[in-house]
T-cell receptor, first 113, second 116 residues
Framework: GAVVSQHPSRVICKSGTSVKIECRSLDFQATTMFWYRQFPKQSLMLMATSNEGSKATYEQGVEKDKFLINHASLTLSTLTVTSAHPEDSSFYIC?????????FGPGTRLTVL | AQKVTQAQTEISVVEKEDVTLDCVYETRDTTYYLFWYKQPPSGELVFLIRRNSFDEQNEISGRYSWNFQKSTSSFNFTITASQVVDSAVYFCALSEAGVNFNKFYFGSGTKLNVKP
């Protein structure tokens, strides 16, 4: 079945550094992918829609300069958290739709010290 | 406005009890989709069911069953004879038709604790 992968699964970084998270559709092409953020014990909140070959669409309240999204190919979207701070520590999940239903990646747990 | 409401923050039951997780949604679209996902401690979302707005038939899958009622905008999930392995956070989600089709709106989740 359709699979969405994320890399890395966990990352710990120092405050002020940038972190890149990859989301890949393994056996299908995805012109659109979605990025969600989940704070501890909270729900998933849509951050942005990643569009292949064009700019991402950000949800209200999400800083586009802080969360850079690049969808360079039909199977890869990247989320870069720039100048990360402890408040950016969260669980980041991407999703993509092969045409049947939305598939979610396994998530990336980011901890900023 | 909250599109999906899961009023139950946490539920604890003893193994073999039945448990129902509530989900109430809000949308102006006539075509929409409802989902339930299970999130174990590992964090990965496990797909349980998808239901479109035109299909109000209840569904049963093993110990799981879903009750979709458009009249009350509810899509409740029942686990029969619960097991310890059912312990997880369960999310109800909504996606609307049109350009927003793949944008999911998640409820706040219900944490289910099944005790042996």
């Amino acid at each position: 079945g359709a699979v969405v992968s994320q890399h890395p699964s966990r990352v710990i970084c120092k405050s002020g550094t940038s972190v890149k998270i990859e989301c890949r559709s393994l056996d299908f092409q995805a012109t659109t992918m979605f990025w969600y953020r989940q704070f501890p014990k909270q729900s998933l909140m849509l951050m942005a829609t990643s569009n292949e070959g064009s700019k991402a669409t950000y949800e209200q309240g999400v800083e586009k300069d802080k969360f850079l999204i690049n969808h360079a190919s039909l199977t890869l979207s990247t989320l870069t958290v720039t100048s990360a701070h402890p408040e950016d520590s969260s669980f980041y999940i991407c999703s993509a739709d092969p045409g049947l239903s939305q598939y979610f990646g396994p998530g990336t747990r980011l901890t900023v010290l | 406005a909250q599109k999906v409401t899961q009023a139950q923050t946490e539920i604890s039951v003893v193994e073999k009890e039945d448990v129902t997780l509530d989900c109430v949604y809000e949308t102006r679209d006539t075509t929409y989709y409802l989902f339930w996902y299970k999130q174990p401690p590992s964090g990965e979302l496990v797909f349980l069911i998808r239901r479109n707005s035109f299909d109000e038939q209840n569904e049963i899958s093993g110990r799981y069953s879903w009750n979709f009622q458009k009249s009350t905008s509810s899509f409740n999930f029942t686990i029969t004879a619960s097991q310890v392995v059912d312990s997880a956070v369960y999310f109800c989600a909504l996606s609307e038709a049109g350009v927003n089709f793949n944008k999911f709106y998640f409820g706040s989740g219900t944490k289910l604790n099944v005790k042996p």
